[in-house]
Nanobody, 126 residues
């Protein structure tokens, strides 16, 4: 059974940092692009960042560029999202997702991802 399990969320003050992890199991995603998305109450799920299968290519939403960093450790089957300088508007449930297309590109479109985690809550207080 394929699983993506996020962890590392929590409550943090504005300006603080959190590091999210997404551990995968059931199959390897070392040849697949992966992404992070988020969904705030009453809003649609939105793109945060994606990373290529080898980690050499990344892309970020304008709202997080310069503050968030996506990375991966294929030896640990884990993808990370380092979040710095957090703002109250970053408050959301954060999801990691994986594409099944081998050596495919990452994408900001959630419908192109085949596997999703259950999400982890990030709350930033002002």
């Amino acid at each position: 059974q394929v699983q993506l399990v996020e962890s590392g969320g929590g409550l943090v003050q504005a300006g603080g940092s959190l590091r999210l992890s997404c551990a995968t199991s059931g199959r390897t995603f070392s040849s697949n692009a992966m992404g992070w998305f988020r969904q705030a109450p009453g809003k649609e799920r939105e793109f945060v960042a994606f990373i290529s299968w080898g980690g050499g290519s990344t892309s970020y939403a304008d709202s997080v560029k310069g503050r968030f960093t996506i990375s991966r450790d294929n030896s640990k089957n884990t993808v990370y999202l380092q979040m710095n300088s957090l703002k109250p508007e970053d408050t959301a449930v954060y999801y990691c997702a994986a594409r099944t297309t081998r050596y495919g590109l990452g994408s900001p479109w959630p419908q192109l991802y085949d596997y999703w985690g259950q999400g982890t809550q990030v709350t930033v207080s002002s």
